[in-house]
């Protein structure tokens, strides 16, 4: 075999398509009040159902919510917000994160609050922007994610996300936004109840979705993600 027939296997190309898919993806935190097309939808929940999962058991349980659920939703988790009422499947912290992890998260919500213009000692005006999580950010769409109780949960959990970033490159690809919200699951009874879901069903995250908002201040702040050093070691 010469070396012009077996050059592919020591070059690396670069998929053009993909790699800008994945830097172009992030968070989107405003959108437009434009429903996505059903058709649309249906394409990105396709590109989704494709994610790997552990001997294709593919355990996630999505609940897609639009149109007058999606409000009625908004407001009962609204009320519960209010109210002090939580239900969370798991627990979350963010203070339960050690040292770079914790960092990282500071980082971003600080970024966050400076292109709202919101400053450190405005209590209020905070708590009002984390509320924007509580009304999918204006996005007409939401995706549940649901799984079920399996052992530890780990590896199910792991499986969901992974179809959560499906989803989400999916969206990005099709010129749509999204991003991904751990706070909706505090409020996973409060879901159940209004959507009807069985108590067995349990809520790990949600992911709104929608038309970004180009000129919406919030989405127009990027944060840097860690050099490759920081998280993979190569071992030869």
């Known amino acids: 075999m010469t070396s012009s027939r077996c050059s592919w296997r020591t070059k690396v190309s670069e998929p053009a398509l993909f790699h800008d898919v994945v830097r172009n993806r992030h968070s989107v935190r405003s959108f437009l009040p434009l429903p996505v097309p059903d058709a649309l939808?249906?394409?990105?929940?396709?590109?989704?159902?494709?994610?790997?999962?552990?001997?294709?058991?593919?355990?996630?349980?999505?609940?897609?919510?639009?149109?007058?659920k999606r409000d009625a939703l908004s407001r009962a988790i609204l009320a519960d917000d209010d109210a002090g009422r939580y239900t969370p499947d798991f627990g979350f912290a963010i203070?339960?994160?050690?040292?770079?992890?914790?960092?990282?998260?500071?980082?971003?919500?600080?970024?966050y609050y400076q292109a709202l213009g919101v400053s450190r000692e405005a209590y209020e005006e905070r708590r009002t922007v984390a509320r924007f999580n509580l009304g999918f950010f204006g996005a007409p769409h939401v995706a549940l994610l649901f799984m079920p109780d399996v052992g530890d949960n780990v590896r199910v959990a792991g499986d969901v996300g992974m179809y959560g970033q499906t989803f989400l490159l999916?969206?990005?690809?099709?010129?749509?936004?999204?991003?991904?919200?751990?706070?909706?699951?505090l409020y996973a009874g409060t879901i159940r109840h209004v959507l009807g879901i069985n108590p067995a069903s349990k809520l790990l995250?949600?992911?709104?979705?929608?038309?970004?908002?180009?000129?919406?201040?919030?989405?127009?702040?990027?944060?840097?993600?860690?050099?490759?050093?920081?998280?993979?070691?190569?071992?030869?």
Request: hydrophobic share 40%; net charge negative.
């Open 41 to 68: 939808i249906r394409a990105v929940v396709e590109d989704a159902q494709h994610a790997p999962s552990n001997c294709n058991t593919q355990p996630w349980q999505v609940h897609i919510v639009s149109g007058a």
């Open 95 to 111: 203070d339960d994160y050690p040292g770079a992890y914790w960092q990282r998260a500071r980082d971003q919500g600080a970024a």
């Open 170 to 185: 999916s969206l990005t690809a099709h010129g749509l936004g999204g991003i991904p919200q751990t706070m909706l699951g």
């Open 205 to 236: 995250f949600g992911m709104s979705f929608g038309y970004p908002d180009a000129d919406a201040a919030a989405n127009r702040y990027r944060i840097g993600k860690a050099a490759i050093e920081e998280s993979t070691t190569f071992h030869a």
